[in-house]
């Protein structure tokens, strides 16, 4: 068995490598429809020119989830690149079947041969085609009987009811963000996912090796589109991310941008009740975990990141705990022009020491000192 699959995987590489017609293999049991069978080669062979060249064509892409959908398409670009496991992946179609009257979900497989001959499955792609040759990704087909409620600027999709006070919470915080920011807030579609491994499969990716067994974490924003971090009605960390991109004119700063979304945010990250973890909450648990560990430094902590100091979950980091103490020193001091200055500081460590002490006076020197008493005083 194992040689006969070897052997099949070698043709339909080679059919990959550009010795053959087509870019993407065609798998000798795939069932293509006849009324799919004559343009579906010549319809993945356009697709993935484009997206070899990073930028799909609107003409390709269903118009209902076209951003979100390009997107998505074009971080399939590199995959059949080589690394340290393979010299280079095939790509091939391994499924195809009907979702409808007009339409069809194709199932797509990148692999490729390791260094001991053995077969590695990289990464696993499903895809919508509609009757008229676009394509999407396959959210909308996977949530078709999902319920949508919608609050404020943002439609929730979900298999169950929603929290709505979260959800409230979060609408304001769109809105809220946005006004500091001086961009309006979007309208958005969440979609709320068990886990991450859901929410790549609602965005198309059936299978990723880099995302193998990764499940707290969410997805977005994309395309004014957002995938839950388990569960979560609240994802104001990283729509914090998303409006600073709007208005950020320098390299994003690490530290900076992680701070102010610790605070104007979450922490991303829920704790075991499924609640998003906030300020209110890590400051206490670092004041604890400082006042444990004596003669810790804080400048060394910072810049080590200092994971696990917190027990709400164990991915919360001290370093931008203490980022969004300062941040709030900033804006108490400068208000929100202070916070642009600081996300347009420019990328590193040196920038964000080099504006936090124009605008509040904190360089490494005195970071020690400023952070407890900043510790001190939070309520």
Same mark, same amino acid.
């Given at each position: 068995?194992?040689?006969?699959?070897?052997?099949?995987?070698?043709?339909?590489?080679?059919?990959?490598?550009?010795?053959?017609?087509?870019?993407?293999?065609?798998?000798?049991?795939?069932?293509?429809?006849?009324?799919?069978?004559?343009?579906?080669?010549?319809?993945?062979?356009?697709?993935?020119?484009?997206?070899?060249?990073?930028?799909?064509d609107p003409s390709l892409l269903d118009p209902r989830h076209a951003e979100l959908t390009a997107d998505i398409l074009v971080s399939l670009k590199g995959l059949t690149d080589g690394d340290s496991v393979c010299a280079a992946y095939g790509v091939q179609l391994i499924n195809c079947y009907p979702t409808g009257a007009d339409g069809w979900l194709l199932s797509?497989?990148?692999?490729?041969?390791?260094?001991?001959?053995?077969?590695?499955?990289?990464?696993?792609?499903?895809?919508?085609?509609?009757?008229?040759?676009?394509?999407?990704?396959?959210?909308?087909?996977?949530?078709?009987?999902?319920?949508?409620?919608?609050?404020?600027?943002?439609?929730?999709?979900?298999?169950?009811?929603?929290?709505?006070?979260?959800?409230?919470?979060?609408?304001?915080?769109?809105?809220?963000?946005?006004?500091?920011?001086?961009?309006?807030?979007?309208?958005?579609?969440?979609?709320?996912?068990?886990?991450?491994?859901?929410?790549?499969?609602?965005?198309?990716?059936?299978?990723?090796?880099?995302?193998?067994?990764?499940?707290?974490?969410?997805?977005?924003?994309?395309?004014?589109?957002?995938?839950?971090?388990?569960?979560?009605?609240?994802?104001?960390?990283?729509?914090?991310?998303?409006?600073?991109?709007?208005?950020?004119?320098?390299?994003?700063?690490?530290?900076?941008?992680?701070?102010?979304?610790?605070?104007?945010?979450?922490?991303?990250?829920?704790?075991?009740?499924?609640?998003?973890? $906030?300020? #209110?909450? !890590?400051?206490? *648990?670092?004041?604890?975990?400082?006042?444990?560990? /004596? &003669?810790?430094?804080? =400048?060394?902590?910072?810049?080590?990141?200092?994971?696990?100091?917190?027990?709400?979950?164990?991915?919360?980091?001290?370093?931008? $705990?203490? #980022?969004? !103490?300062?941040? *709030?020193?900033?804006?108490?001091?400068?208000?929100? /022009? &202070?916070?642009?200055? =600081?996300?347009?500081?420019?990328?590193?460590?040196?920038?964000?020491?080099?504006?936090?002490?124009?605008?509040?006076?904190?360089?490494?020197?005195?970071?020690?000192?400023?952070?407890?008493?900043?510790?001190?005083?939070?309520?």
């Amino acid at each position: 068995m194992r040689s006969l699959f070897f052997s099949t995987f070698l043709v339909l590489f080679v059919t990959f490598d550009g010795r053959g017609q087509h870019l993407v293999a065609v798998g000798p049991a795939i069932g293509i429809p006849d009324t799919l069978r004559g343009r579906l080669p010549a319809l993945l062979d356009t697709l993935f020119a484009q997206i070899n060249r990073g930028k799909v064509d609107p003409s390709l892409l269903d118009p209902r989830h076209a951003e979100l959908t390009a997107d998505i398409l074009v971080s399939l670009k590199g995959l059949t690149d080589g690394d340290s496991v393979c010299a280079a992946y095939g790509v091939q179609l391994i499924n195809c079947y009907p979702t409808g009257a007009d339409g069809w979900l194709l199932s797509l497989a990148w692999s490729g041969v390791d260094h001991q001959g053995g077969v590695v499955l990289k990464t696993v792609f499903t895809v919508m085609l509609g009757g008229s040759g676009v394509f999407c990704v396959p959210v909308e087909y996977l949530t078709r009987s999902w319920a949508t409620t919608v609050v404020g600027n943002v439609t929730y999709h979900s298999p169950r009811p929603i929290n709505l006070e979260r959800a409230r919470l979060f609408d304001r915080k769109n809105t809220v963000i946005a006004g500091r920011l001086g961009v309006p807030p979007s309208r958005l579609q969440f979609y709320i996912c068990g886990d991450y491994q859901e929410a790549l499969a609602l965005l198309g990716y059936t299978y990723d090796i880099k995302s193998n067994g990764v499940t707290r974490r969410g997805a977005g924003v994309i395309a004014n589109t957002i995938f839950s971090v388990v569960n979560n009605e609240d994802f104001s960390h990283d729509l914090f991310h998303d409006y600073s991109y709007r208005v950020r004119t320098a390299r994003r700063n690490s530290a900076a941008e992680e701070g102010i979304a610790y605070s104007w945010g979450n922490a991303y990250y829920v704790d075991d009740r499924g609640e998003t973890i $906030t300020m #209110a909450e !890590l400051v206490p *648990d670092l004041r604890r975990w400082v006042a444990a560990h /004596a &003669g810790v430094g804080l =400048l060394e902590l910072f810049r080590e990141g200092g994971v696990g100091f917190s027990l709400l979950a164990p991915e919360v980091s001290a370093r931008n $705990t203490i #980022a969004a !103490l300062l941040s *709030d020193e900033v804006e108490r001091e400068k208000g929100v /022009a &202070g916070i642009r200055q =600081l996300i347009n500081c420019g990328a590193g460590d040196d920038n964000y020491f080099v504006a936090l002490n124009e605008l509040i006076g904190v360089n490494p020197a005195n970071f020690d000192a400023t952070v407890r008493a900043l510790l001190d005083v939070f309520k």
